[in-house]
């Protein structure tokens, strides 16, 4: 079983600057792996960023990187150059790599961007 | 590129109603995903289905049904509908084997009990 826990409800960050969201897990499975999903107030999950456990590199696109530390189970999100368009909820979400399992879900953290 | 694409995109039913969702995932993936996410909640997995096949089942309550038919598609039907059951159902799809088993939603059906 897998669990996902995101401990900051609500973030709040100025235009252009950075900001970190926080995730730990749990799972009992060597390989697995993580995921960042943005959902704006359209509710359509949009994949913002994953990364495979097996692999040490952190998973980098564009202005939006995370913090991968397999030890401590953790794995937060950075965004750089923050935009209103950032604005949103965020869910971290893991999946073991055994053929069809199911997303597990954190409880989200929602975005404000200030202008 | 083809995405998931759900039908209807807006429901609205009366208590005691049943409800029929419909999911067609991207061409050539062979697991369907449904998820219900609540108001202010993240979303949690009912059941899905590979190859036509049931592979996992959640929190799905008995008065819900779904199914993969021949060509892939999938429904989920909802009977005897509760206020408690309005909420944003969600449809994935995802090849086995795909890169990062990743799962690729739809836009969601959101369903509205009265």
């Known amino acids: 079983a897998q669990t996902v826990t995101q401990s900051q409800p609500e973030m709040s960050v100025q235009e252009a600057e950075t900001v970190t969201l926080s995730c730990t897990y749990d799972?009992?499975?060597?390989?697995?792996?993580l995921f960042w999903y943005k959902q704006p107030p359209s509710r359509q999950m949009i994949l913002v960023i994953r990364?495979?456990?097996?692999?040490?590199q952190n998973a980098t696109e564009n202005r939006f990187s995370v913090n991968f530390q397999k030890a401590a189970k953790s794995f937060s999100l950075k965004i750089s150059d923050s935009q209103l368009g950032d604005a949103a909820m965020y869910f971290c979400?893991?999946?073991?790599?055994?053929?069809?399992?199911?997303?597990?879900f954190g409880t989200g953290t929602r975005l404000t961007i200030i202008p | 590129a083809a995405g998931v694409i759900q039908s209807p995109r807006h429901l609205i039913k009366e208590k005691r109603e049943t409800a029929t969702l419909k999911c067609y995932p991207i061409?050539?993936?062979?697991?369907v995903y449904w998820y219900q996410q609540g108001p202010g909640q993240d979303p949690q997995f009912l059941i899905s289905?590979?190859?036509?096949?049931?592979?996992d089942k959640g929190s799905i309550p008995d008065r819900f049904s779904a199914q993969q038919f021949s060509d892939y598609h999938s429904e989920l039907n909802m009977s005897s509908l509760e206020l408690g059951d309005s909420a944003l159902y969600f449809c994935?799809?995802?090849?086995?084997?795909?890169?990062?088993?990743?799962?690729?939603f739809g836009p969601g059906t959101r369903l509205t009990v009265l």
């Open positions: 799972t009992s499975e060597s390989d697995y792996y």
């Open positions: 994935a799809s995802s090849k086995i084997g795909g890169s990062y088993n990743e799962q690729f």
């Open positions: 289905f590979y190859e036509k096949m049931q592979s």
């Open positions: 979400a893991s999946i073991s790599n055994f053929g069809n399992e199911k997303l597990t």
């Open positions: 990364q495979e456990a097996y692999k040490q």
């Open positions: 061409p050539r993936h062979d697991t």
